[in-house]
T-cell receptor, first 112, second 115 residues
Framework: SQQGEEDPQALSIQEGENATMNCSYK?????LQWYRQNSGRGLVHLIL?????REKHSGRLRVTLDTSKKSSSLLITASRAADTASYFC????????????FGTGTKLQVIP | DSGVTQTPKHLITATGQRVTLRCSPR?????VYWYQQSLDQGLQFLIQ???????AKGNILERFSAQQFPDLHSELNLSSLELGDSALYFC??????????????FGEGSWLTVV
């Protein structure tokens, strides 16, 4: 089973609006990363947040992490049509060897 | 361009056949990961190699095998193919032998269609 589960599964917004995606996970983690995948292409790393961090920014991206709730959110501000893609969270578990596990992804459509 | 190269990009083969997917990691990366992505199963971790040795195993079928060679390129062998093996197979690489804090760089994938 997947360690991470993204919510919603699909999201459609107008260009210029903000998009928020959530990721929930089951076990304690060391780090959480967000990746983007354009249709049929490879995944591209967006941002990493460590378990002792609560918030991180990168350009128009803002990631939050709540380890008590085992959840993370990815906010894309002022969305653009080029942001249309699937977004995945990936976690590595604390304790022992860390096998990266990807969530099920949120499919974001930004309408021009 | 992530620097991870996968070949072939597309492959169509018949059930029961065997195929080999090839991956060249980014320069300097010692870890290679293989993932399978299908519509109904999402992104599934198959196996990881670090500097030539198997480091972790995920949901890899016994019909599948992989190896990493001394020059660090890797191959994923899929045998006795079934229709359900049709998927996009990704190779990824990272510098370190563990994921923790590491960025994993993905190739563009190999589309496998089994007919």
């Amino acid at each position: 089973s997947q360690q991470g589960e993204e919510d919603p599964q699909a999201l459609s917004i107008q260009e210029g609006e903000n998009a928020t995606m959530n990721c929930s996970y089951k076990t304690s983690i060391n780090n959480l990363q967000w990746y983007r995948q354009n249709s049929g292409r490879g995944l591209v790393h967006l941002i990493l947040i460590r378990s002792n961090e609560r918030e991180k920014h990168s350009g128009r991206l803002r990631v939050t992490l709540d380890t008590s709730k085992k959840s993370s959110s990815l906010l894309i501000t002022a969305s653009r049509a080029a942001d249309t893609a699937s977004y995945f969270c990936a976690t590595d578990r604390s304790g022992g060897y860390q096998k990266v596990t990807f969530g099920t992804g949120t499919k974001l459509q930004v309408i021009p | 361009d992530s620097g991870v190269t996968q070949t072939p990009k597309h492959l169509i083969t018949a059930t029961g056949q065997r195929v080999t997917l090839r991956c060249s990691p980014r320069s300097g990366d010692l870890s290679v990961y293989w993932y399978q992505q299908s519509l109904d199963q999402g992104l599934q971790f198959l196996i990881q190699y670090y500097n030539g040795e198997e480091r972790a195993k995920g949901n890899i079928l016994e019909r599948f095998s992989a190896q990493q060679f001394p020059d660090l390129h890797s191959e994923l062998n899929l045998s006795s193919l079934e229709l359900g093996d049709s998927a996009l197979y990704f190779c990824a690489s990272s510098e370190m032998g563990h994921f923790s804090g590491n960025t994993i760089y993905f190739g563009e994938g190999s589309w496998l269609t089994v007919v």
